[in-house]
Protein backbone atom coordinates (compact mmCIF):
# COMPACT_ATOMS: atom_id res chain seq x y z
CA UNK A 1 0.00 0.00 0.00
CA UNK A 2 2.65 2.39 0.72
CA UNK A 3 4.33 1.60 -2.14
CA UNK A 4 1.77 2.36 -4.39
CA UNK A 5 0.71 5.20 -2.61
CA UNK A 6 4.37 6.27 -3.33
CA UNK A 7 4.19 5.43 -6.65
CA UNK A 8 1.65 7.58 -7.26
CA UNK A 9 2.74 10.27 -6.20
CA UNK A 10 6.45 10.39 -6.51
CA UNK A 11 8.07 13.34 -8.49
CA UNK A 12 10.57 12.55 -11.14
CA UNK A 13 13.81 13.18 -11.09
CA UNK A 14 14.20 17.33 -12.44
CA UNK A 15 15.37 16.42 -15.89
CA UNK A 16 12.64 14.36 -17.20
CA UNK A 17 9.99 16.11 -15.52
CA UNK A 18 7.45 16.49 -17.76
CA UNK A 19 8.67 13.81 -20.03
CA UNK A 20 5.81 11.39 -20.27
CA UNK A 21 2.80 12.08 -18.86
CA UNK A 22 1.20 8.92 -20.09
CA UNK A 23 1.40 6.76 -17.30
CA UNK A 24 -0.33 9.89 -15.42
CA UNK A 25 -3.04 10.41 -17.49
CA UNK A 26 -3.85 6.87 -17.37
CA UNK A 27 -4.08 6.34 -13.73
CA UNK A 28 -7.46 9.20 -13.90
CA UNK A 29 -10.62 7.62 -13.60
CA UNK A 30 -12.66 7.67 -16.11
CA UNK A 31 -14.77 11.39 -16.33
CA UNK A 32 -17.55 11.22 -13.94
CA UNK A 33 -18.69 14.69 -15.25
CA UNK A 34 -22.32 15.08 -15.07
CA UNK A 35 -24.28 15.58 -18.12
CA UNK A 36 -25.15 19.09 -17.27
CA UNK A 37 -22.32 19.75 -17.67
CA UNK A 38 -22.09 19.42 -21.03
CA UNK A 39 -25.30 21.41 -21.43
CA UNK A 40 -24.82 24.55 -19.02
CA UNK A 41 -22.43 26.87 -19.12
CA UNK A 42 -19.65 27.63 -16.78
CA UNK A 43 -20.34 27.84 -13.12
CA UNK A 44 -16.81 30.08 -12.92
CA UNK A 45 -16.19 32.62 -15.89
CA UNK A 46 -13.22 35.25 -16.05
CA UNK A 47 -13.43 37.29 -18.92
CA UNK A 48 -10.03 39.75 -19.98
CA UNK A 49 -9.78 39.78 -16.04
CA UNK A 50 -6.33 41.48 -14.65
CA UNK A 51 -5.46 41.88 -11.36
CA UNK A 52 -3.14 44.22 -10.07
CA UNK A 53 -0.61 45.00 -6.89
CA UNK A 54 -0.25 48.31 -7.17
CA UNK A 55 1.50 49.02 -10.84
CA UNK A 56 2.08 45.20 -11.00
CA UNK A 57 -0.02 43.17 -13.49
CA UNK A 58 0.18 39.91 -11.64
CA UNK A 59 -2.87 38.28 -13.85
CA UNK A 60 -3.13 40.07 -17.48
CA UNK A 61 -6.59 39.40 -19.34
CA UNK A 62 -7.52 36.24 -18.29
CA UNK A 63 -10.79 34.48 -19.65
CA UNK A 64 -11.02 31.21 -18.20
CA UNK A 65 -14.32 29.08 -17.72
CA UNK A 66 -14.14 26.30 -14.92
CA UNK A 67 -16.94 24.09 -15.92
CA UNK A 68 -19.79 22.56 -13.39
CA UNK A 69 -18.15 19.26 -11.80
CA UNK A 70 -15.06 18.72 -13.53
CA UNK A 71 -11.82 19.62 -12.07
CA UNK A 72 -10.33 22.54 -13.82
CA UNK A 73 -6.19 22.24 -12.65
CA UNK A 74 -3.99 25.45 -12.98
CA UNK A 75 -0.40 25.43 -13.85
CA UNK A 76 2.49 27.35 -14.43
CA UNK A 77 6.08 28.63 -12.84
CA UNK A 78 5.82 29.92 -9.64
CA UNK A 79 4.84 33.57 -9.91
CA UNK A 80 2.95 33.33 -12.54
CA UNK A 81 0.20 34.45 -11.00
CA UNK A 82 -1.80 31.36 -10.17
CA UNK A 83 -2.98 31.81 -6.30
CA UNK A 84 -3.91 35.52 -7.63
CA UNK A 85 -6.04 34.45 -10.41
CA UNK A 86 -7.46 31.35 -7.67
CA UNK A 87 -8.16 34.05 -5.31
CA UNK A 88 -10.21 36.15 -7.70
CA UNK A 89 -12.89 33.23 -8.33
CA UNK A 90 -14.13 34.01 -4.50
CA UNK A 91 -13.01 37.57 -4.24
CA UNK A 92 -10.33 36.31 -1.21
CA UNK A 93 -7.74 39.48 -3.00
CA UNK A 94 -10.28 41.80 -1.45
CA UNK A 95 -8.31 41.15 1.84
CA UNK A 96 -5.01 42.28 0.20
CA UNK A 97 -3.98 46.03 0.30
CA UNK A 98 -3.46 47.52 -2.90
CA UNK A 99 -5.57 45.22 -5.15
CA UNK A 100 -7.08 46.53 -8.44
CA UNK A 101 -9.21 44.34 -11.20
CA UNK A 102 -10.26 44.75 -13.87
CA UNK A 103 -12.14 42.68 -16.58
CA UNK A 104 -14.98 40.27 -15.19
CA UNK A 105 -15.73 37.31 -13.20
CA UNK A 106 -19.22 35.34 -13.61
CA UNK A 107 -20.40 33.38 -11.55
CA UNK A 108 -23.49 30.71 -12.48
CA UNK A 109 -23.68 33.80 -15.38
CA UNK A 110 -23.57 36.74 -12.78
CA UNK A 111 -21.54 39.75 -12.52
CA UNK A 112 -19.73 39.32 -9.34
CA UNK A 113 -17.34 42.28 -9.21
CA UNK A 114 -18.55 45.91 -9.62
CA UNK A 115 -22.73 44.57 -8.96
CA UNK A 116 -24.70 43.80 -6.36
CA UNK A 117 -23.00 40.15 -5.44
CA UNK A 118 -22.26 40.34 -2.04
CA UNK A 119 -18.89 38.62 -1.44
CA UNK A 120 -19.83 37.16 1.77
CA UNK A 121 -22.57 35.17 -0.41
CA UNK A 122 -20.10 34.30 -2.54
CA UNK A 123 -17.77 32.66 -0.54
CA UNK A 124 -20.13 30.68 1.09
CA UNK A 125 -20.18 29.15 -2.47
CA UNK A 126 -17.26 29.10 -3.56
CA UNK A 127 -14.91 27.67 -0.88
CA UNK A 128 -11.29 27.80 -0.45
CA UNK A 129 -8.87 25.63 0.92
CA UNK A 130 -5.49 26.59 1.25
CA UNK A 131 -1.59 25.06 0.94
CA UNK A 132 -1.15 24.58 4.78
CA UNK A 133 -3.82 22.93 6.30
CA UNK A 134 -5.23 25.73 9.15
CA UNK A 135 -7.37 24.12 11.46
CA UNK A 136 -8.68 26.26 13.69
CA UNK A 137 -7.08 25.88 17.54
CA UNK A 138 -10.79 24.41 18.80
CA UNK A 139 -12.26 21.03 18.54
CA UNK A 140 -12.63 18.86 15.29
CA UNK A 141 -16.34 18.83 15.61
CA UNK A 142 -16.13 22.83 16.36
CA UNK A 143 -14.05 23.21 13.22
CA UNK A 144 -16.67 21.80 10.91
CA UNK A 145 -19.65 23.05 12.89
CA UNK A 146 -18.34 26.92 13.61
CA UNK A 147 -19.05 28.40 9.67
CA UNK A 148 -22.55 26.75 8.88
CA UNK A 149 -23.50 27.88 13.22
CA UNK A 150 -22.50 31.48 12.39
CA UNK A 151 -24.42 31.44 9.28
CA UNK A 152 -27.45 30.26 11.03
CA UNK A 153 -28.03 26.05 9.83
CA UNK A 154 -31.25 25.36 11.06
CA UNK A 155 -30.83 21.68 10.59
CA UNK A 156 -29.00 19.06 12.76
CA UNK A 157 -25.53 20.36 13.46
CA UNK A 158 -24.22 17.22 14.01
CA UNK A 159 -25.56 15.49 11.50
CA UNK A 160 -23.90 17.95 8.81
CA UNK A 161 -20.49 17.63 10.66
CA UNK A 162 -20.91 13.61 10.51
CA UNK A 163 -21.51 13.92 6.71
CA UNK A 164 -19.07 16.46 6.10
CA UNK A 165 -16.28 14.89 7.59
CA UNK A 166 -17.26 11.39 5.36
CA UNK A 167 -17.64 13.64 2.07
CA UNK A 168 -14.05 14.27 3.01
CA UNK A 169 -12.69 10.44 3.72
CA UNK A 170 -12.22 11.37 7.55
CA UNK A 171 -15.02 10.10 9.64
CA UNK A 172 -13.72 6.71 10.34
CA UNK A 173 -10.50 8.15 11.53
CA UNK A 174 -11.85 10.89 13.97
CA UNK A 175 -15.12 9.81 15.00
CA UNK A 176 -14.74 8.51 18.23
CA UNK A 177 -12.57 11.62 18.90
CA UNK A 178 -14.65 14.73 17.80
CA UNK A 179 -14.41 17.05 20.89
CA UNK A 180 -10.32 16.60 20.39
CA UNK A 181 -8.15 19.62 19.17
CA UNK A 182 -7.68 19.56 15.51
CA UNK A 183 -4.68 20.50 16.20
CA UNK A 184 -3.55 17.33 16.99
CA UNK A 185 -4.14 15.47 13.37
CA UNK A 186 -1.46 15.07 11.52
CA UNK A 187 -1.15 16.90 8.74
CA UNK A 188 -2.76 14.95 6.21
CA UNK A 189 -5.80 14.77 8.80
CA UNK A 190 -6.32 18.67 9.06
CA UNK A 191 -5.77 18.98 5.12
CA UNK A 192 -8.86 16.32 5.13
CA UNK A 193 -10.79 18.84 8.06
CA UNK A 194 -10.12 21.41 6.14
CA UNK A 195 -11.83 20.12 3.31
CA UNK A 196 -14.76 19.16 5.70
CA UNK A 197 -14.81 22.67 6.98
CA UNK A 198 -15.38 24.09 3.63
CA UNK A 199 -17.72 21.08 2.29
CA UNK A 200 -19.90 22.19 5.57
CA UNK A 201 -20.52 25.39 4.15
CA UNK A 202 -22.38 23.50 1.65
CA UNK A 203 -20.57 25.35 -1.12
CA UNK A 204 -20.90 24.69 -4.98
CA UNK A 205 -17.13 25.52 -5.90
CA UNK A 206 -14.19 23.96 -3.84
CA UNK A 207 -11.03 26.75 -5.61
CA UNK A 208 -8.04 24.76 -3.89
CA UNK A 209 -4.48 26.25 -3.85
CA UNK A 210 -1.72 23.45 -3.66
CA UNK A 211 -3.81 21.92 -1.15
CA UNK A 212 -0.88 19.06 -1.14
CA UNK A 213 2.28 20.64 -1.10
CA UNK A 214 2.58 20.76 2.65
CA UNK A 215 1.93 16.64 2.74
CA UNK A 216 3.91 13.73 2.42
CA UNK A 217 3.24 11.00 0.05
CA UNK A 218 0.58 8.67 1.17
CA UNK A 219 -1.17 11.97 2.67
CA UNK A 220 -1.03 13.31 -0.74
CA UNK A 221 -2.46 10.11 -2.65
CA UNK A 222 -5.23 10.24 -0.39
CA UNK A 223 -6.40 13.49 -0.99
CA UNK A 224 -5.97 13.16 -4.45
CA UNK A 225 -8.12 10.45 -4.41
CA UNK A 226 -10.73 12.43 -2.22
CA UNK A 227 -10.49 15.20 -5.02
CA UNK A 228 -11.21 12.92 -7.18
CA UNK A 229 -14.32 11.74 -5.52
CA UNK A 230 -15.62 15.04 -4.86
CA UNK A 231 -15.87 16.16 -8.61
CA UNK A 232 -18.66 14.30 -9.03
CA UNK A 233 -20.67 16.87 -6.72
CA UNK A 234 -18.64 20.07 -6.69
CA UNK A 235 -16.27 21.85 -9.19
CA UNK A 236 -13.25 22.19 -8.42
CA UNK A 237 -10.38 24.57 -9.63
CA UNK A 238 -6.95 23.47 -8.03
CA UNK A 239 -3.89 25.04 -8.32
CA UNK A 240 -0.53 22.47 -8.59
CA UNK A 241 3.39 22.98 -8.77
CA UNK A 242 2.83 19.36 -9.60
CA UNK A 243 2.25 18.31 -13.67
CA UNK A 244 1.65 14.66 -12.70
CA UNK A 245 -0.86 15.47 -10.04
CA UNK A 246 -2.52 17.77 -12.54
CA UNK A 247 -2.29 15.27 -15.42
CA UNK A 248 -3.53 12.40 -12.73
CA UNK A 249 -7.12 14.73 -11.43
CA UNK A 250 -7.96 17.03 -13.81
CA UNK A 251 -10.32 17.31 -16.89
CA UNK A 252 -8.92 20.71 -18.03
CA UNK A 253 -5.59 22.21 -17.47
CA UNK A 254 -4.75 25.65 -17.64
CA UNK A 255 -0.94 27.26 -18.30
CA UNK A 256 -0.04 30.11 -16.98
CA UNK A 257 3.35 32.23 -17.76
CA UNK A 258 3.90 35.57 -16.13
CA UNK A 259 0.51 36.51 -15.70
CA UNK A 260 -0.90 35.38 -18.67
CA UNK A 261 -2.78 32.15 -19.99
CA UNK A 262 -1.05 30.96 -22.35
CA UNK A 263 -3.15 28.01 -23.00
CA UNK A 264 -6.17 25.98 -21.95
CA UNK A 265 -7.38 22.55 -23.13
CA UNK A 266 -8.49 19.32 -22.16
CA UNK A 267 -5.86 17.65 -19.90
CA UNK A 268 -5.34 14.76 -21.92
CA UNK A 269 -4.62 17.49 -24.99
CA UNK A 270 -2.64 19.72 -22.89
CA UNK A 271 -0.11 17.36 -22.10
CA UNK A 272 0.32 15.38 -25.28
CA UNK A 273 0.00 17.99 -28.05
CA UNK A 274 -0.02 21.39 -26.59
CA UNK A 275 -0.65 24.25 -29.16
CA UNK A 276 1.30 26.69 -28.07
CA UNK A 277 5.52 26.13 -28.12
CA UNK A 278 5.69 27.64 -24.64
CA UNK A 279 3.55 25.09 -23.21
CA UNK A 280 5.86 22.40 -24.68
CA UNK A 281 8.76 23.51 -23.07
CA UNK A 282 7.33 23.83 -20.07
CA UNK A 283 6.00 20.29 -19.86
CA UNK A 284 8.66 18.85 -21.23
CA UNK A 285 10.86 20.43 -18.24
CA UNK A 286 12.88 23.02 -20.32
CA UNK A 287 12.45 25.72 -17.55
CA UNK A 288 9.70 26.33 -14.50
N1 LIG B 1 0.21 40.52 -1.73
C1 LIG B 1 1.02 40.77 -2.76
N2 LIG B 1 1.56 41.99 -2.96
C2 LIG B 1 2.35 42.26 -4.00
N3 LIG B 1 2.70 41.36 -4.94
C3 LIG B 1 2.20 40.12 -4.81
C4 LIG B 1 1.34 39.75 -3.72
N4 LIG B 1 1.01 38.45 -3.86
C5 LIG B 1 1.63 38.01 -4.97
N5 LIG B 1 2.34 39.01 -5.54
C6 LIG B 1 3.13 38.92 -6.78
O1 LIG B 1 2.26 38.58 -7.85
C7 LIG B 1 2.87 37.61 -8.69
C8 LIG B 1 1.98 36.37 -8.74
O2 LIG B 1 1.98 35.77 -7.46
P1 LIG B 1 1.14 34.46 -7.14
O3 LIG B 1 -0.24 34.66 -7.61
O4 LIG B 1 1.35 34.15 -5.72
O5 LIG B 1 1.87 33.38 -8.07
P2 LIG B 1 1.88 31.79 -8.01
O6 LIG B 1 0.76 31.36 -7.14
O7 LIG B 1 1.76 31.37 -9.43
O8 LIG B 1 3.22 31.40 -7.46
C9 LIG B 1 4.25 37.34 -8.13
O9 LIG B 1 5.18 38.17 -8.84
C10 LIG B 1 4.14 37.78 -6.69
O10 LIG B 1 5.38 38.23 -6.21
MG1 LIG C 1 0.74 30.25 -5.38
Redesign the pocket.
Known amino acids: MATEAQDLVAPLPPNTRGLDFTQALQTRSVAPATASAATSGPVVRTERLSIY?GN?C?VREVTLDVPLCQVTAII?P???????LLRAMNRMNDF?DGVRVSGRLLFNGQEVYGSVFDPVELRRRVGMVFQKPNPFPKSIFKNVAWGPAVNGYRGNLAELVEESLRKAALWEEVKDKLNKSALALSGGQQQRLCIARAIAMQPEVLLMDEPCSALDPIATARIEDLIDRLKTQYTVAL?THNMQQAARLSDRTAFMLMGELVEVDATSHLFTTPRDQRTQDYITGRFG
Open positions: YFAGSGCGKSTIV
